[in-house]
């Protein structure tokens, strides 16, 4: 059975016919194949989408690039026309300076779309050590303002007598702002520093050699792991699931980063994945709306879907039906609570 013949149909008709109706513009109109930039860890949850969006219907498979969530959305506000992508992935929010700068060239009208969630693992080789880490010892790990031991055992006698390698992505990847974000900045307050500061540099991650920026293909650091049983890597919770035979992941604040723990809100260190769509682009790039509805279909991000197969953690059924209902209707963020 096509994956486009499911209870969504009546969600697709309707996506369809906003996008006949919502396009007031074809910009795009001279290139028949849709380009997606951006995440990561989006990257291998909207290749599946778009394999299956090529075997499935009419229109060519999407080409997906692997640019980071910080480069995808630089490549996807550089303006509307066939030279820019029709979606970005984000492994966090759009930021505001984003906002602004899709705003300054003339990217004003856009989708967005959250499609699940995601932990962020600290992970490493079967092989090695088992590490339960807390976001405080995190922040005295890898800070760059931080106490920089050269031993996890420096931090607490109960940890590996090992030294701090850790293997991450660049500062382009919305994993490293998550990051950041929900374990650094976590822990330089749990440690007693000030909130303002912690917010800004104190959650800035040290640059002398402890902390490896790994690029943006975490396929990769997996392989790095197993290769070095030493260190360290961080990624999104997709790539510890779909190589549970080689690495294992860290307990963060005494939860086990596990499907269950991420979906009922208990991992610390979790956040929202998204794409943004063009609007402009709907209607004139053939099958933009028809992949859009594909991805939102029961049987790519349902429960019983393919993406949490993949380890995407599923939107509540309640999230999910008024994300369909946006697309459907192809409202427009308007930047609230960007920060």
Same mark, same amino acid.
């Given at each position: 059975?096509?994956?486009?013949?499911?209870?969504?149909?009546?969600?697709?008709? *309707? %996506?369809? +016919?906003?996008? =006949?109706?919502?396009?007031?513009? @074809? #910009?795009?109109? /001279?290139?028949?194949?849709? $380009?997606?930039?951006?995440?990561?860890?989006?990257?291998?949850?909207?290749?599946?989408?778009?394999?299956?969006?090529?075997?499935?219907?009419?229109?060519?498979?999407?080409?997906?690039?692997?640019?980071?969530?910080?480069? *995808? %959305?630089? +490549?996807?506000? =550089?303006?509307?026309?066939?030279? @820019? #992508?029709?979606? /970005?992935?984000?492994?966090? $929010?759009?930021?505001?300076?984003?906002?602004?700068?899709?705003?300054?060239?003339?990217?004003?009208?856009?989708?967005?779309?959250?499609?699940?969630?995601?932990?962020?693992?600290?992970?490493?080789?079967?092989?090695?050590?088992?590490?339960? +880490?807390?976001? =405080?010892?995190?922040?005295?790990?890898?800070?760059?303002?931080?106490?920089?031991?050269?031993?996890?055992?420096?931090?607490?006698?109960?940890?590996?007598?090992?030294?701090?390698?850790?293997?991450?992505?660049?500062?382009?990847?919305?994993?490293?702002?998550?990051?950041?974000?929900?374990?650094?900045?976590?822990?330089?307050?749990?440690?007693?520093?000030?909130?303002?500061?912690?917010?800004?540099?104190?959650?800035?991650?040290?640059?002398?050699?402890?902390?490896?920026?790994?690029?943006?293909?975490?396929?990769?650091?997996?392989?790095?792991?197993?290769?070095?049983?030493?260190?360290?890597?961080?990624?999104?919770?997709?790539?510890?699931?779909?190589?549970?035979?080689?690495?294992?992941?860290?307990?963060?604040?005494?939860?086990?980063?596990?499907?269950?723990?991420?979906?009922?809100?208990?991992?610390?260190?979790?956040?929202?994945?998204?794409?943004?769509?063009?609007?402009?682009?709907?209607?004139?790039?053939?099958?933009?709306?028809?992949?859009?509805?594909?991805?939102?279909?029961?049987?790519?991000?349902?429960?019983?879907?393919?993406?949490?197969?993949?380890?995407?953690?599923?939107?509540?059924?309640?999230?999910?039906?008024?994300?369909?209902?946006?697309?459907?209707?192809?409202?427009?963020?308007?930047?609230?609570?960007?920060?």
């Amino acid at each position: 059975m096509s994956y486009l013949s499911s209870p969504t149909s009546a969600f697709l008709s *309707g %996506l369809v +016919l906003a996008a =006949a109706l919502g396009s007031t513009a @074809t #910009p795009a109109a /001279a290139r028949d194949q849709i $380009r997606i930039v951006g995440s990561s860890t989006v990257f291998p949850f909207s290749t599946t989408v778009a394999e299956q969006f090529g075997k499935t219907t009419g229109f060519k498979t999407p080409i997906v690039e692997s640019t980071g969530s910080g480069g *995808g %959305l630089k +490549l996807f506000c =550089a303006g509307v026309g066939v030279e @820019t #992508p029709d979606i /970005a992935n984000a492994s966090r $929010r759009m930021k505001r300076s984003e906002w602004e700068m899709c705003g300054e060239n003339g990217v004003n009208a856009i989708v967005e779309v959250p499609i699940g969630y995601d932990g962020i693992v600290i992970a490493n080789a079967k092989a090695a050590p088992d590490f339960a +880490l807390s976001r =405080a010892q995190l922040w005295q790990a890898l800070a760059e303002a931080g106490p920089k031991p050269g031993m996890w055992s420096d931090i607490d006698p109960a940890l590996p007598a090992e030294r701090i390698e850790v293997l991450g992505p660049p500062p382009s990847s919305g994993t490293r702002d998550a990051f950041e974000e929900l374990a650094m900045q976590k822990g330089c307050i749990e440690v007693g520093n000030d909130k303002a500061f912690c917010k800004n540099e104190g959650r800035e991650i040290r640059r002398d050699g402890a902390y490896v920026d790994a690029g943006e293909n975490d396929n990769l650091i997996v392989a790095k792991l197993e290769a070095n049983p030493q260190a360290l890597g961080i990624f999104g919770f997709s790539f510890l699931d779909q190589n549970a035979d080689k690495i294992k992941g860290a307990v963060i604040d005494g939860i086990e980063p596990d499907f269950d723990e991420i979906a009922e809100g208990n991992y610390p260190i979790a956040r929202t994945l998204y794409f943004y769509l063009k609007k402009a682009h709907v209607g004139a790039v053939p099958g933009l709306s028809e992949y859009t509805a594909l991805f939102l279909s029961d049987p790519m991000v349902g429960e019983d879907g393919m993406l949490p197969d993949k380890g995407l953690i599923p939107l509540a059924e309640d999230e999910l039906e008024a994300i369909r209902e946006r697309i459907a209707t192809l409202a427009e963020m308007d930047g609230e609570g960007l920060h």
